[in-house]
């Protein structure tokens, strides 16, 4: 980074941390005034093992997001993604963690400046999940209104017959963003919702095949490890639900206006480490990682499998540029393939299927399903409707 951009975020980040002191006193002075005490805790989905749980969340003062509808204006959805950005965090809030089935486990963190906070809670004893997912309870302590500030979540524990581990990108891998053309990417980030945003075609049918794998009872872990911010995550898991996309942990990044933020997202310093946090804490686990020639993926995918080979089963690198004949991904792709693992430039999400149906990874009779996703996610919804009413005929 030059050095005129290293000054630029300094000095963006030093006025970030004085607007929000300011904000903070001010935001302290008008709940004293009104007896305002308002607080929300918004967990996010976690993941880990029989002995190990890990959750980030945050606390925020009146969140206020609106639930999306499908017939949302430009305007609401630019309103509703000011107040994402917009957040008013709580710093220093004291948080407990607790689970239902181990009420013997506790645990206390406090909020950092941003208002987030994390738990890495040693199990003993260890958890006996039931399902890949466990529910955990959380509380704010010392607050006025405890009623009010208590919650649930869940964290994902892969169970012991799970036959792989899926890390996938979001941006341009499962949802449509357009992310190396800047305008296009700002109309579907600020413009529209979870009901207007588009999948790849075939993504959910896809992820779904990946998630049953071939097992009768195999529940395989989904992941998906995103430079995208957590100010997004509810539209993201909106998103998810509406479109029946499997569930997963979604590991994303904090917005912050300094040096470290734009050289991760350069660098791909977030992905790169959270993927190799994830291969080591399942050690018996292989993976498959998806994603797109967009941005890095492909590098930080590679390096993956070579520092840890073996592990990474296959790479699907979605072709969103044209990267075809292109000399530096076939490089990559020979790289790969000397630890064992198959990097696949694909076009859709039925070519990488098929591929996955070839080497055991999914059924083959999941095939079907995601061709028709793919038909259906690419037609006009009216052209839908008359189909199954054909079909129904």
């Known amino acids: 980074m030059s050095e005129w951009r290293q000054l630029l975020a300094r000095l963006a980040s030093n006025a970030e941390e004085r607007f929000d002191e300011l904000a903070l006193r001010l935001r302290q002075r008008l709940s004293n005034a009104n007896g305002d005490d308002s607080a929300q805790i918004l967990p996010y989905l976690g993941y880990g093992t029989k002995s190990l749980l890990k959750l980030r969340g945050r606390v925020l003062e ?34 407990r963690l607790s689970i239902p089935t181990l009420p013997e486990v506790t645990a206390e963190t406090q909020t950092d400046e941003e208002g987030y906070f994390e738990f890495q809670v ?91 794998g071939t097992g009768t009872q195999a ?36 917005l912050e206006l300094s040096e470290a933020y734009f050289n991760n997202l350069r660098l791909g310093t977030h992905k790169t480490e959270t993927i190799h946090d994830l291969l080591a804490l399942y050690p018996s686990l292989p993976f498959i990682l998806i994603g797109d020639s967009g941005e890095n993926d492909p590098n930080i995918y590679l390096k993956a499998a070579l520092d840890f080979p073996g592990r990474v089963a296959a790479i699907y690198i979605r072709d969103v540029i ?13 790289q790969a393939s000397e630890v064992g693992t198959e990097m696949l430039l694909v ?40 189909l199954d009413d054909q079909e129904a005929g």
Do not use: C
Not at 78 to 88: E, H, I, K
Not at 358 to 370: E, H, N, T
């Open 62 to 95: 009146d969140y206020g997001v609106r639930e999306p509808l499908d017939n949302d204006s430009t305007w609401r959805n630019l309103v509703n993604m000011y107040r994402r950005l917009n957040t008013r965090k709580i710093r220093d809030a004291r948080v």
């Open 122 to 212: 040693p199990l003993s004893p260890a958890l006996q999940p039931h399902g890949l997912w466990q529910e955990v309870a959380l509380e704010l302590i010392d607050h006025p209104d405890p009623a009010s500030t208590r919650t649930s979540s869940r964290v994902m524990i892969p169970p012991e017959n799970a036959q792989i581990g899926v890390i996938s990108d979001l941006d341009d891998t499962v949802l449509q963003t357009d992310v190396p053309h800047l305008l296009k990417m700002a109309r579907n980030t600020f413009l529209q919702n979870a009901h207007t945003r588009l999948p790849f075609a075939g993504v959910a049918e896809f992820y779904r095949a990946l998630q049953h």
């Open 322 to 334: 044209g990267s075809a004949g292109d000399r530096s991904i076939e490089e990559m792709i020979r």
């Open 219 to 254: 529940i395989n872990p989904l992941f998906y490890v995103s430079n995208s911010i957590w100010n997004l995550y509810d539209l993201f898991v909106d998103f998810f639900e509406l479109r029946s996309i499997p569930m997963g942990a979604f590991l994303l990044l904090d």
């Open 347 to 386: 076009a859709d999400s039925l070519s990488a299927a098929e591929h996955a149906e070839s080497r055991g990874y999914i059924k083959a009779d999941s095939l079907p399903s995601v061709r028709r996703g793919m038909i259906q996610d690419n037609r006009p919804a009216q052209t839908d409707m008359l």
